[in-house]
């Protein structure tokens, strides 16, 4: 595998369900990012982690809790979503934070809520 | 703050067209420009950066001019392709914006390329 992967690619949801979306990067970065990219809207970057310690959360709802182990994997555990929630969900890493502006992005997972 | 403003799309071209794509921003400081592609069914990725006045980022056949008299960076391809069928988003990186380096994006312009 090389660059950034994502899975699942899609997943579809009830909104009592709690389900995981998984991004590994293998570029040997050190910071990685979640984005929640909705039809007609700006791309909204939700979490940043740098050297696996959560640096940003831009006011993102607690039913989704990011995850970073280590530097190259990122989760979002997501929980009683709701529909407004459907959408893809993109991850991304760049070399370090002050690199932030050269991101290497994944597929996305496109999430379903119904 | 720091804002990124492009053409609203879609943008419809027959192959081989001229392209252009407006990008104008608001910065603090002193940015670095990116545009970013994204084809259906991916995610972004990066296409060109520029990084200070003057600067011409140029990849695939794409080009952009860094201009800070102006601040934009319009997108520009000579000669469109069909396979150039996308979403372009520009985005700038300004540090000077309480020291975060994380882009900020515009809402992407949307390119047909017909045959």
């Known amino acids: 595998e090389t660059g950034v992967t994502q899975t699942p690619r899609h997943l579809v949801m009830g909104m009592t369900n709690k389900k995981s979306l998984k991004c590994e990067q293998h570029l040997g970065h050190n910071a990685m990012y979640w984005y929640k990219q909705s039809a007609k809207k700006p791309l909204e970057l939700m979490f940043v982690?740098?050297?696996?310690?959560?640096?940003e959360n831009n006011s993102v709802p607690s039913r989704f809790s990011p995850e970073c182990p280590n530097s190259s994997h990122l989760f979002l555990h997501l929980h009683t979503l709701q529909p407004e929630d459907s959408a893809l969900y993109l991850c991304?890493?760049?070399?370090?934070?002050?690199?932030?502006?050269?991101?290497?992005f994944g597929p996305g997972t496109r999430l379903t809520v119904l | 703050g720091n804002s990124v403003t492009q053409m609203e799309g879609p943008v419809t071209l027959s192959e081989e067209a001229f392209l252009t794509i407006n990008c104008t921003y608001t910065a603090t400081g002193y940015p670095s420009l990116f545009w970013y592609v994204q084809y259906p069914g991916e995610g972004l990725q990066l296409l060109l950066k520029?990084?200070?006045?003057?600067d011409k980022g140029s990849n695939k056949g794409f080009e952009a001019t860094y201009r800070k008299e102006t601040t934009s960076f319009h997108l520009e391809k000579g000669s469109v392709q069909v396979s150039d069928s996308a979403v372009y988003f520009c985005?700038?990186?300004?540090?000077?914006?309480?020291?975060?380096?994380?882009?900020?994006f515009g809402r992407g312009t949307s390119l047909i390329v017909h045959p």
């Open positions: 985005a700038l990186s300004d540090p000077a914006s309480g020291g975060s380096y994380i882009p900020t």
């Open positions: 520029a990084t200070k006045a003057d």
């Open positions: 991304a890493s760049s070399q370090d934070r002050a690199l932030a502006g050269e991101q290497f």
């Open positions: 982690y740098s050297l696996e310690e959560r640096v």
